[in-house]
């Protein structure tokens, strides 16, 4: 599905979409994934009436109330900015679904402009912002792991890898299975409960096997599952968001 | 008793429950797994030859009508006989006259999904013909009373244990070994006697060519060469969306399908059948049938998007990845094909009452998606599935079978509300509210969330309140 982009040269002001997992469970990585883009000298614009990309009654088959949702997101946003979102899957909906969501509608040509305005976080700081990070923090190793949406809609895998790659203190290490899916799925893991939970007790075991200190994410879907299930399993490991710890490492006070 | 595709969810959970089965396809799944990619090793080849076999299947199957009656005429013209079935039923007649009218008794089969979807070794059975299965797999499979569990591998859910249990159970004379050179010895042996005996062969089709009326068939055991050289007769059954237009469409998806399937570049066999014996030659079946097989497919064909649906060139690449089934294997569908590829055609061969469960069994992870040669969008098409059966037909389309089949009131209401909420940013705030206002009274099980997970917990602060705060 990823075709090749061609990227803006650095905006001045860009949107935060940081998803309704973000703003219910994590919201420290929404504030660290704003701290670290406007380190990157870009004035960040957070629209607080922004809820949910829509995904969830999408891909239960829901397509007006998607587009409701989807209309009612869209029409936040009205600056030509960059759109930035904290989620490769909720990225992959409002840069790629959008578009089938509205063809041949009214919308069509106004929701394929707003949809190549979004960029998903990391791709955006690598080719666009194209951030250079100094490592101060100490010595660690991390396990990555990218949404399925992340990597096969938005080949973000590899942004993530990037940046992570720069950092010289933090040992990336790799898991068995790395591109398989995590189990989650949104109403999936409700839906068929034992393929999922399989999946995911697969998933946990490949990441507890490299034996990374830290478990790293850029997708809050899959880390509610996949944390959930290590908690559950008593293990010590979790994952946090990458925006969190790229901007730990760079800050002196965690060193 | 055959699974059913009613009775996912069960048969799921039993193949779940399971260790020797998924350690079985674990295993087998990382080996195909690996060959593929050694056989696309090159990036930009891939590509290549992903967007000729896409284009190639695209534009035969834009001239799908016309195909089919220029294949007619030109196999007419070499001599085979055509036969057009509208479902399963018709198909099976079709098999019952032409073996009975040669006072059939015993037919032997080449590997052919098209004939486990008309169940014809059942059908006849009832007309008292024997249908014997050629391929080993297929054979191993028939011994244990099975249907296959993969399209291109149909024992691949067995590992030699269970193939050596069987063959101690139903081959006379067989002495238990785990040798695998023995094992598939001794199942050859008891096929090539069958050859000798049987009045009729059995087999499928991979490519029908319109242009030059040839039927090509790709396999690396000789059985189906067997199957469609030896006996007096030959039947060989396809659906209908397997005609490509010319023979140079042919190489292409040659290249695709055994690269995607086997990781092979080639295979062992590549048969060409453009006609019965002639008159000077010493062998080849005296007649030669093709049956072309409907059963749902051209209400596949009739919708642009699920169209995609019929590209598909039957490589077994998506289920080799789907993380789904590479778990729960193929049995636990319920029908005929398994995996990502039996997802989106089941509800069209059998209607979306029996299948609704198939298209939701997705965590639409998209590796499916990724490795199919011929590029169908399958997350797309399950997702469009989804809505078919909860929902009135979209707009300038006609019904599917079963169309609104797993529509739910209550479930229409969630969505509803939902995009209420999501939509109204007062009626968000407020939930968001709650939920981190309440959250120490968010109970610890959560139904099936918490089967292997705790329950999440919702931060004190939203991000919107923490922005708030920080921009004051
Ligand atoms: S859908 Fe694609 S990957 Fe799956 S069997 Fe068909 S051609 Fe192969």
Known sequence: MSTIRIYPAMPKKVYVYATCLVDTFSPDSGLDAIRLLERTGVEVVYVPKQSCCGQPAYSSGYDDDARTTALSQMALFPEPWPVIVLSGSCGGMMHHHYRRLFAGSEHEQSVNEFCDRVFELTEFLVHVCRLRLEDKGPATSVVLHTSCAARREMNVHVTARQLLGQLEQVELREQDYESECCGFGGTFSVRHPAISEAMVQDKTRHLCETRAEQLISADWGCLLNINGALEYQGQPLRGMHLASFLLSRLEEKHA | ?472
């Open chain 2, 1 to 472: 008793m055959h699974n059913r595709p009613q009775h996912f969810h069960a048969q799921a959970e039993t193949a779940l429950a399971n260790a020797e089965l998924r350690a079985n396809f674990r295993g087998a799944m990382d080996y195909l797994r690996d060959k593929r990619k050694t056989a696309f090793a090159d990036a930009d080849e891939e590509r290549t030859i992903r967007d000729r076999a896409e284009a190639i299947r695209q534009r035969c199957l834009s001239k799908l009508p016309e195909l089919l009656e220029q294949l007619e005429s030109n196999c007419i013209a070499n001599g085979i006989r055509v036969h057009w079935a509208e479902n399963a039923d018709q198909a099976n007649a079709i098999f019952t006259d032409i073996i009975q009218s040669h006072g059939g008794t015993l037919a032997v089969k080449g590997k052919s999904m098209v004939s486990e979807e008309i169940e014809l070794n059942h059908a006849m059975e009832k007309e008292g013909i024997t249908c014997l299965e050629s391929d080993m797999g297929e054979y191993i499979v028939q011994l244990g009373q099975e249907t296959p569990s993969h399209i291109i591998m149909p024992a691949i859910h067995k590992n030699k244990r269970q193939v050596a249990e069987l063959f101690t159970e139903h081959v006379p004379g067989f002495q238990h070994t785990l040798d695998v050179d023995t094992l598939i010895q001794t199942g050859r042996n008891v096929l090539r006697e069958k050859y000798r005996t049987a009045d009729v062969g059995v087999s499928g089709v991979n490519f029908a060519v319109a242009e030059t009326g040839t039927l090509c068939l790709v396999e690396n055991e000789g059985n189906g060469r067997m199957c469609t050289t030896v006996p007096e007769v030959h039947i060989a059954i396809t659906g209908i969306e397997k005609v490509v237009e010319f023979l140079a469409d042919v190489p292409p998806l040659f290249s695709a399908l055994t690269r995607s399937a086997t990781g092979q570049l080639v295979t062992t066999y590549f048969n060409m059948i453009s006609g019965p014996r002639k008159e000077n030659e010493l062998d080849g079946p005296k007649e030669v049938h093709l049956v072309l097989l409907d059963n749902g497919r051209s209400q596949a064909f009739a919708d642009e998007e699920m169209r995609k649906t019929l590209q598909c060139i039957r490589c077994g690449a998506c289920m080799n990845h789907c993380p789904v089934y590479t778990r729960i294997g193929g049995h636990a569908y319920g029908t005929v094909y398994p995996g990502p590829i039996g997802k989106i055609i089941s509800p069209h061969l059998m209607g979306l009452e029996a299948t609704q469960d198939l298209p939701t069994a997705s965590s639409l992870c998209g590796a499916c998606g990724e490795v199919c040669p011929v590029r169908i969008p399958i997350p797309e098409l399950l997702q469009r599935l989804r809505h078919e059966a909860k929902q009135d037909p979209k707009p300038g389309t006609a019904p599917m079978r079963g169309q609104k089949a797993a529509a739910s009131n209550a479930e229409a209401f969630v969505w509803r509300s939902f995009a209420l909420i999501t939509s109204r940013p007062v009626l968000y705030r407020m939930l968001t509210w709650c939920a981190t206002r309440f959250r120490r009274l968010i109970p610890n099980k959560l139904g099936p969330w918490t089967r292997c997970r705790t329950a999440p917990k919702p931060a004190a602060r939203t991000l919107r309140e923490l922005m708030a705060e920080r921009n004051k």
